[in-house]
């Protein structure tokens, strides 16, 4: 996969293979949304959800897009934090994908993020109908800070990702 000219690492795309790129950080997270089975046409309708952004919306995660609906070259700010000590996070979307069990995007690091790397958000039905919120990211610090802090990411990541979880599993339950 070629590299977009604005992301800052050379591995654009990797969220979607198996393994992740060495030399990084990882985190795969995988939390189970569902209660009970829920068909295709369920899994689409809370797909389309996270690919215009209410996900992160419905956990009051502040972000702006260039578009209403996630697609490869759009740009996402997350805008984390409060008053002074707020972190502006510009990523670029470099994937979507729409199957029928599998529904997300990733996105990766553009100039001024305080990490380099990719992240990934998707939703998957199994065979038995369960709905998982599923996120791979691999990154390294890009700031001398967050270097600093460096023991402290990953649980910083895992707090995030069960936030966005617990706020899939609400619009979820709302189908």
């Known amino acids: 996969m070629t590299t977009l000219s604005r992301t800052t690492y050379p591995e654009v795309g990797a969220t979607l293979a198996a393994e992740l790129p060495e030399g990084y950080g990882h985190l795969r997270l995988r939390h189970r949304l569902s209660e009970r089975p829920y068909s295709v046409d369920e899994l689409g309708r809370l797909g389309e959800q996270l690919l215009t952004w209410q996900v992160h919306r419905a956990a009051r995660v502040r972000i702006e897009t260039s578009a209403p609906v996630a697609a490869p070259g759009g740009l996402v700010t997350t805008l984390l934090g409060l008053g002074w000590l707020r972190l502006s996070e510009p990523c ?7 199957e029928e069990q599998r529904i997300g995007f990733g996105y990766g690091t553009l100039p001024g993020h305080a990490f380099v790397g990719e992240e990934s958000f998707v939703l ?5 109908g369960d709905v998982w919120f599923v996120v791979d990211a691999f990154s390294n610090p890009a700031a001398w800070w967050v270097s600093a802090l460096r023991p402290l990411v990953p649980t910083f990541q895992r707090l995030y990702v069960a936030h966005l979880a617990r706020a899939a599993r609400r619009l979820l339950r709302d189908l």
């Open 124 to 128: 998957e039905r199994d065979a038995s």
């Open 92 to 98: 670029e979307i470099v994937w979507v994908e729409r």
